[in-house]
């Protein structure tokens, strides 16, 4: 597809890969929209970057039914949908309690669903569409105190799957972007993000993996895709 004049819709875009996104594809002459819970922040990440701001949380049925409210009344269509939005925790197995579960899942995997059930009503009456679902590697393997995050990003990569199966005949386009560690404000209770590591990844990498998965001709797409740090040790 060409991001000149696209419409994009970008969750959790406030910080981090979100942000970082949203930043390149406007420059790219993309007219893009993020979403954040913090309005300050939201505001103000918007206006640096020249996207339209929506302040709403992706895990309340009607801040996502708001949002897509508000997008097609700016730009009068969509063209791509980004699940970035997500947060993060460690727990040990014996720490584990349903809260912890019910916090990252109403993001990672009900947000998502929620978010990408409207997308694709949207995309089947327009036969065309694209979602990029931004999960991890941790999609792909547990680890140590990965109980809850893990698991969600796991749930994450199988709707992922699903989605490609229902949407492939309506001409929609389904992508799972998996980065490893990046320097981010993701699972910082202060929202602030990390001072950048040379061994690390940045946001504008994955942005740049994002906007070269869409930048593929419609007639093809990448099903999952990894983004791995070269050496993080």
Not at 69 to 93: C, E, H, K, W
């Amino acid at each position: 597809m060409k991001i000149e004049n696209a419409n994009i819709l970008i969750t959790g875009g406030t910080l981090g890969i979100g942000y970082a996104t949203a930043r390149l594809l406007v420059e790219h002459g993309a007219h893009v929209a993020i979403t954040g819970r913090d309005e300050n922040r939201t505001q103000k990440a918007a206006r640096e970057i020249g996207a339209m701001p929506i302040t709403a949380n992706v895990a309340n049925p009607e801040d996502v039914k708001r949002t897509f409210t508000m997008f097609i009344n700016q730009f009068g269509r969509l063209d791509v949908l980004i699940n970035n939005a997500g947060i993060g925790m460690s727990r040990r197995l014996e720490e584990l309690n349903l809260e912890h579960f019910q916090q990252v899942y109403g993001v990672n995997v009900f947000g998502a669903a929620l978010m990408g059930a409207r997308a694709a009503e949207i995309f089947k009456k327009q036969n065309y569409g694209n979602i990029i679902n931004i999960g991890s590697t941790a999609a792909t393997k547990g680890y140590e105190g990965g109980s809850v995050y893990a698991s969600s990003k796991f749930a994450l990569r199988g709707m992922t799957q699903c989605w490609q199966a229902e949407l492939r005949r309506y001409n929609v386009r389904v992508m799972l972007l998996n980065p490893s560690e990046v320097t981010t404000a993701f699972g910082r209770e202060e929202r602030e993000e990390r001072d950048s590591q040379p061994n690390k990844l940045r946001g504008h990498e994955i942005a740049r993996a994002i906007k070269g998965a869409l930048e593929l001709d419609d007639r093809g797409f990448i099903p999952e895709l990894a983004v791995w740090a070269t050496n993080p040790f």
